[in-house]
């Protein structure tokens, strides 16, 4: 043919073939040819393709001596140069029996394989290598064993052989009539594919029995593979017989349909969604792409696998709302109307929303505001943001991201998945069907993240003013404006939040509940919503005000009015028994008494006085998520030798304020305790216990508790019973201040504690606790030890 490209081709000389099939005498050394990703056997011939020019110098010299080199795997195939390093320790001898030189330079050779050999040290390097040899012939011992694993080799080669195309059939024949099976081991592992580790394991094993172990294994797990695979093939053709029957029908009833003047019900779906893209008031750059999807829809046949993806695409795309939203009721007198008759004070929220009414009166297009309601469980967070969404006159929408761990939750997922879907955001604004609605992000200070992504970076997006106006969810891959949203996102902590997201949010604290306040939400709200809830009528029940005190007071210890209303609402379920089973004689009073008998025993006791009445004992407050607490500070002291031992699960940080305390004492023991005489803590250990034992505590703010229950116990002089304590403690007795005052001072309030002992750098944060909030409660502030001491101690 012309322009074929003409190969020169060298056959070995008779004598030369004579010797390969002689198996001549190997001799003391042999040029090294290194192979990649190949392995080569004896007794089987190696077509071997050689580019190298070392490699092509090596085979230029063999032919003009006996013909006979080593060939070696290398151990990496990606090595271009190997060296002797680089190469296996075990190879095959072999003798070229035929050449071709290819026009560009290369080489084409043919190789028998002659015998296993063993690498010795290496003679030369340059310009190919050269190594000392040594053979290793096969270890075959006849055996029953033997026979049993060589006919099993055969069969299932045989097996195998049948099945794979790549195999030629007259392999079967040639298996069939090996009779020795190392030369049997051979052929099966030069043919089959398999991966150069497992072909060099089998090369180097000696041991034939071993090797046709090996080998059957090996040719199990092909087999194995190989019925898989026809059986995937043989339902992949079915799917394509299948898929082409369905084909021809609908052409055919395509047809039928022309003939009866029907319309085609591909091209009716299309004409479906071309009106709701047109109804749907897409934006320029959404409109485009709605119009490429539905493009393509139209080329594509209904069997398609891309049809449903891209109908699903464009259904969603028509059913966001682009270009709806909702008219903001701008009355300032309405707005505080809806608020105030849904919530009892919140007054700094309330006059937030006020404000950003008041913007928005005056400058339309300010952006929506992105709130974080931060606060103890129960306090009303939740429900503040349906109030602020009838008060604007806008839709509601609530998520939910607590225990979110996937970034896809916020962003989507792309539409190459299967099963993609858009992400939080963009399902809630379909569902709210406007595209400014108030967006209750619920519990985000408990999101997580993992190998899926961080779903609180991908909220940094969607929360701050300056990019949500372009977000870009991950299925549509488009950009919607998030700008004329208003986020409200709650939390019970704020230390979980990440300090770049929590910068994004306006932070907004929401303090528990006084007595008086839980008095005045129970009246009107809880009360009404259980007596409606347990199908009772007004007119069949009434609460006293002493059985609302007596529900807060003995029943409930939290900062919201979660359990108050649970607790009201087991009263009313009482009392529907009675009116169903007519026992019940015109309108159930609640007193004090009566929602004792129906409650049960007491389960909240202020325990303040009883602990406090020996010396060693002090009142601490503590801050929780769940609202402030009291915290006792429990000292003792025993024979011994100045040990101090500390309980109660403690932190490090608050172990550390106990041993700052105790060494504060010890250092003015005889400020605080004239009487005693000589070292008194030389003769006595100190144990520090803080109850409750199975609650976890930390923080520094117990440091003046611990420091007045210390000296309590040196002097002997009980602290006040009346008197709670906080503020964190240094060595030389400076009172440090503190966080959660607020919280605090009403853990205090609900104790029926009187006076609290505070830092005095906290005077400005009492200012800001409104008067109503704080009772008849008492503040004594404080710089330095010596004062806690004076105010604490009786």
Same mark, same amino acid.
């Given at each position: 043919?012309?322009?074929?490209?003409?190969?020169?081709?060298?056959?070995?000389?008779? %004598?030369?073939?004579?010797? =390969?099939?002689?198996?001549?005498?190997?001799?003391?050394?042999?040029?090294?040819?290194?192979?990649?990703?190949?392995?080569?056997?004896?007794?089987?011939?190696?077509?071997?393709?050689?580019?190298?020019? *070392?490699?092509?110098?090596?085979?230029?010299?063999?032919? #003009?001596?006996?013909?006979?080199?080593?060939?070696?795997?290398?151990?990496?195939?990606?090595?271009?140069?190997?060296?002797?390093?680089?190469?296996?320790?075990?190879?095959?001898?072999?003798?070229?029996?035929?050449?071709?030189?290819?026009? %560009?330079?290369?080489?084409?050779?043919?190789?028998?394989?002659?015998?296993?050999?063993?690498?010795?040290?290496?003679?030369?390097?340059?310009?190919?290598?050269?190594?000392?040899?040594?053979?290793?012939?096969?270890?075959?011992?006849?055996?029953?064993?033997?026979?049993? &694993?060589?006919?099993?080799?055969?069969?299932?080669?045989?097996? =195998?052989?049948?099945?794979?195309?790549?195999?030629?059939?007259?392999?079967?024949?040639?298996?069939?009539?090996?009779?020795?099976?190392?030369?049997?081991?051979?052929?099966?592992?030069?043919?089959?594919?398999?991966?150069?580790?497992?072909?060099?394991?089998?090369?180097?094993?000696?041991?034939?029995?071993?090797?046709? $172990?090996?080998?059957?294994?090996?040719?199990?797990?092909?087999?194995?593979?190989?019925?898989?695979?026809?059986?995937?093939?043989?339902?992949?053709?079915?799917?394509?017989?299948?898929?082409?029957?369905?084909?021809?029908?609908?052409?055919? &009833?395509?047809?039928?349909?022309?003939?009866?003047?029907?319309?085609?019900?591909?091209?009716?779906?299309?004409?479906?969604?071309?009106? /709701?893209?047109?109804?749907?008031?897409?934006?320029?750059?959404?409109? /485009?792409?709605?119009?490429?999807?539905?493009?393509?829809?139209?080329?594509?046949?209904?069997?398609? +696998?891309?049809?449903?993806?891209?109908? @699903?695409?464009?259904?969603?795309?028509?059913?966001?709302?682009?270009?709806?939203?909702?008219?903001?009721?701008?009355?300032?007198?309405?707005?505080?109307?809806?608020?105030?008759?849904?919530?009892?004070?919140?007054? /700094?929220?309330?006059?937030?929303?006020?404000?950003?009414?008041?913007?928005?009166?005056?400058?339309?297009?300010?952006? #929506?505001?992105?709130?974080?309601?931060?606060?103890?469980?129960?306090?009303?967070?939740?429900?503040?943001?349906?109030?602020?969404?009838?008060?604007?006159?806008?839709?509601?929408?609530?998520?939910?991201?607590?225990?979110?761990?996937?970034?896809?939750?916020?962003?989507?997922?792309?539409?190459?998945?299967?099963?993609?879907?858009?992400?939080?955001?963009?399902?809630?604004?379909?569902?709210?069907?406007?595209?400014?609605?108030?967006?209750? =992000?619920?519990?985000?200070?408990?999101?997580?993240?993992?190998?899926?992504?961080?779903?609180?970076?991908?909220?940094?997006?969607?929360?701050?003013?300056?990019?949500?106006?372009?977000? *870009?969810?991950?299925?549509?891959?488009?950009?919607?404006?998030?700008?004329?949203?208003?986020?409200?996102?709650?939390?019970?902590?704020?230390?979980?939040?990440?300090?770049?997201?929590? %910068?994004?949010?306006?932070?907004?604290?929401?303090?528990?509940?006084?007595?008086?306040?839980?008095?005045?939400? +129970?009246?009107?709200?809880?009360?009404?919503?259980?007596?409606?809830?347990?199908?009772?009528?007004?007119?069949?029940?009434?609460?006293?005000?002493? +059985?609302? @005190?007596?529900?807060?007071?003995?029943?409930?210890?939290?900062?919201?009015?979660?359990?108050?209303?649970?607790?009201?609402?087991?009263?009313?379920?009482?009392?529907? *028994?009675?009116?169903?089973? #007519?026992?019940?004689?015109?309108?159930?009073?609640?007193?004090?008494?009566?929602?004792?008998?129906?409650?049960?025993? *007491?389960?909240?006791?202020?325990?303040?006085?009883?602990?406090?009445?020996?010396?060693?004992?002090?009142?601490?407050?503590?801050?929780?998520?769940?609202?402030?607490?009291?915290?006792?500070?429990?000292?003792?002291?025993?024979?011994?030798?100045?040990?101090?031992?500390?309980?109660?699960?403690?932190?490090?940080?608050? /172990?550390?304020?106990?041993? +700052?305390?105790?060494?504060?004492?010890?250092?003015?023991?005889?400020?605080?305790?004239?009487?005693?005489?000589?070292?008194?803590?030389?003769?006595?250990?100190?144990?520090?216990?803080?109850?409750?034992?199975?609650?976890?505590?930390?923080?520094?703010?117990?440091?003046?508790?611990?420091?007045?229950?210390?000296?309590?116990?040196?002097?002997?002089?009980?602290?006040?019973?009346?008197?709670?304590?906080?503020?964190?403690?240094?060595?030389?007795?400076?009172?440090?201040?503190?966080?959660?005052?607020?919280?605090?001072?009403?853990?205090?309030? $609900?104790?029926?504690?009187?006076?609290?002992?505070?830092?005095? $750098?906290?005077?400005?944060?009492?200012?800001?606790?409104?008067?109503?909030?704080?009772?008849?409660?008492?503040?004594?502030?404080?710089?330095?030890?010596?004062?806690?001491?004076?105010?604490?101690?009786?």
């Amino acid at each position: 043919m012309e322009g074929a490209p003409v190969l020169e081709v060298v056959d070995a000389p008779l %004598d030369a073939e004579d010797a =390969i099939r002689a198996n001549q005498p190997l001799p003391d050394a042999l040029p090294i040819l290194p192979l990649r990703d190949t392995v080569t056997f004896p007794e089987t011939l190696a077509p071997l393709a050689v580019a190298q020019e *070392r490699s092509i110098h090596l085979v230029d010299d063999v032919l #003009g001596t006996n013909r006979m080199l080593a060939m070696v795997t290398a151990r990496d195939p990606e090595n271009e140069v190997p060296g002797p390093e680089d190469l296996y320790g075990v190879g095959v001898v072999g003798a070229v029996a035929r050449m071709m030189k290819a026009p %560009d330079g290369s080489l084409r050779i043919l190789v028998q394989g002659m015998q296993r050999v063993q690498l010795g040290d290496f003679v030369a390097e340059q310009p190919y290598m050269v190594a000392r040899i040594s053979a290793l012939p096969d270890v075959i011992e006849p055996s029953p064993e033997l026979e049993a &694993l060589n006919r099993n080799v055969q069969r299932t080669f045989l097996e =195998i052989v049948e099945q794979i195309p790549y195999l030629p059939e007259e392999l079967q024949l040639a298996v069939a009539n090996i009779e020795d099976p190392a030369a049997l081991a051979h052929l099966i592992a030069g043919a089959l594919r398999i991966g150069t580790e497992e072909k060099q394991k089998l090369l180097e094993e000696v041991d034939v029995a071993k090797r046709l $172990r090996h080998l059957s294994r090996i040719l199990a797990r092909e087999l194995e593979v190989v019925q898989l695979g026809s059986q995937i093939q043989s339902q992949v053709q079915s799917e394509i017989d299948k898929g082409q029957r369905e084909f021809f029908l609908r052409q055919q &009833l395509k047809a039928i349909q022309e003939e009866l003047g029907e319309e085609d019900e591909q091209l009716a779906e299309a004409n479906e969604l071309r009106e /709701k893209i047109e109804a749907a008031e897409l934006p320029e750059h959404a409109l /485009k792409a709605a119009e490429r999807e539905l493009s393509r829809l139209e080329k594509l046949p209904p069997a398609a +696998a891309e049809h449903g993806v891209i109908r @699903t695409y464009l259904e969603w795309l028509t059913e966001l709302p682009w270009s709806k939203e909702t008219e903001d009721d701008l009355d300032l007198g309405h707005a505080r109307e809806v608020l105030d008759a849904d919530h009892y004070d919140l007054e /700094k929220i309330k006059d937030r929303i006020l404000e950003y009414l008041a913007v928005r009166k005056l400058n339309p297009e300010s952006p #929506g505001p992105i709130l974080c309601f931060v606060g103890p469980p129960g306090v009303g967070k939740t429900s503040l943001g349906k109030s602020i969404a009838k008060a604007l006159g806008r839709e509601f929408e609530r998520i939910s991201v607590g225990g979110v761990r996937d970034e896809a939750e916020i962003r989507g997922h792309r539409r190459t998945y299967i099963g993609a879907m858009p992400g939080t955001i963009v399902r809630a604004l379909r569902d709210a069907g406007s595209r400014n609605p108030v967006f209750m =992000i619920d519990e985000i200070d408990k999101m997580g993240a993992d190998f899926r992504g961080d779903p609180a970076s991908a909220m940094l997006e969607v929360l701050d003013p300056a990019q949500n106006d372009s977000f *870009r969810d991950h299925y549509l891959d488009l950009e919607f404006d998030l700008s004329d949203v208003v986020f409200i996102a709650t939390a019970n902590v704020l230390d979980t939040i990440p300090g770049p997201l929590l %910068d994004r949010m306006e932070t907004i604290e929401l303090a528990g509940y006084t007595l008086e306040e839980k008095r005045h939400i +129970a009246r009107r709200y809880l009360v009404r919503r259980q007596i409606e809830a347990n199908g009772l009528k007004p007119s069949q029940i009434e609460f006293a005000d002493a +059985a609302l @005190t007596a529900i807060v007071e003995e029943y409930t210890r939290e900062a919201g009015v979660r359990s108050l209303e649970r607790q009201i609402g087991a009263v009313c379920r009482k009392v529907a *028994r009675e009116v169903a089973e #007519g026992k019940a004689k015109g309108k159930v009073r609640i007193s004090g008494k009566k929602a004792r008998e129906l409650l049960g025993r *007491r389960r909240v006791f202020a325990e303040q006085r009883r602990r406090t009445k020996d010396p060693g004992v002090a009142t601490g407050l503590a801050w929780t998520p769940a609202g402030g607490d009291v915290l006792f500070i429990e000292a003792t002291a025993m024979p011994g030798s100045g040990k101090l031992t500390i309980t109660g699960q403690l932190g490090e940080v608050m /172990k550390e304020s106990a041993q +700052a305390a105790l060494s504060y004492v010890r250092g003015h023991c005889g400020e605080i305790a004239p009487k005693v005489e000589g070292d008194w803590f030389a003769g006595h250990d100190v144990h520090v216990h803080v109850p409750a034992g199975a609650v976890p505590k930390d923080g520094p703010s117990a440091g003046v508790a611990m420091t007045v229950a210390l000296s309590s116990l040196v002097s002997g002089r009980p602290v006040r019973n009346d008197v709670a304590m906080t503020g964190e403690v240094t060595l030389t007795g400076q009172v440090l201040p503190i966080g959660g005052l607020k919280e605090k001072s009403l853990a205090a309030q $609900r104790a029926g504690i009187g006076k609290v002992i505070v830092p005095g $750098r906290n005077e400005g944060d009492v200012a800001e606790i409104p008067e109503h909030e704080l009772g008849d409660l008492e503040f004594v502030f404080v710089d330095e030890v010596s004062q806690a001491l004076d105010a604490a101690l009786s």
